[in-house]
């Protein structure tokens, strides 16, 4: 059972760099990203889990913003993306 | 002297190239959909009439819908406070029914522009835009518009200055995502139904704007 990290608004976090086989819903551009809490969507089961029909995990569905220059060096500053992602895949961006 | 154009010849008389007819055969998906469809029918858990009804339902939803939704929220502002608060509630009053989707609606500002992509499939709100456009599910729209939305923005002939910052949003999960576009100028004291006739599908997704009253 995957451990969830518990944020608010605010906090700062970073998604996790794994590369699990299966049906994933993380993008892979966002691995390893650091970006904010933008809000919390609350308690949605797992899709990891769903799509090989298992009862799925209740997890915590964050909306996490990013600077679009901190994934692309020739982003304009300023401008940002905003993606889904549930707590299993997000870690404080303190942790080392 | 119709032979001049060699490069024609696979032109149709009205000018569109020819598509090669189907002949290859169903596809392993499309003859499980055949079978399931005709299992269902036959064991009567429903009738052809019954899905024939549901693809007819699902092919008239429309942009419509959403245009409703933005020319209420430009006009009705307690609507507009709803409707930023929990999507799905708000547009369910309106007798738009998301099922089990969550719905975000993203205001544009004189400061931000809002556009939406889904990377990972075509989540899109079928609800309140109807069926969404090719160039949506194409891997060149979804791979660029996390990568240069801006250059994508052009191309539809959008073209913002960089004082007006760009927030992209990747539906990755349960939420849809309706934008919210600026209110045009000149639009003073008119109703909603003139309202609505200026709100383009392209303009809720993020890749247009409003149309403009000359």
Redesign the interface.
Known sequence: MPTQLLAEPGTKVRVRNWTPPGHV???A?LRGAIGTIERV?GL?PN?EDLAYRHPGQSLS?Y?VRFA?SD??PDA???????????AHWLESADAP | MPHDHHDHDHLSPSGHPYRADQDTGLSYWQTMEIAVRELLIDKGVLTADQIARQITAMDERTPANGAAVVARYWTDPEFAAALLQDGRQAVSAMGFDLGPMHLIALPNTPDVHNMVVCTLCSCYPRNLLGLPPDWYKSRAYRARTVREPRKVLAEFGVTLPTTTHVRVHDSTADMRYIVLPNRPTGTMGWDVDQLAALVTRDSMIGTGLPKSVA
Do not use: K, M, S, V
């Not at chain 1, 304009?76 to 549930?86: F, K, Q, R, S, V």
């Open positions: 819903r993380t993008p551009y969507l949605f899709p569905l909306r679009l994934l692309w304009t500053p300023g401008d940002t993306l905003d993606a889904e992602i549930y």
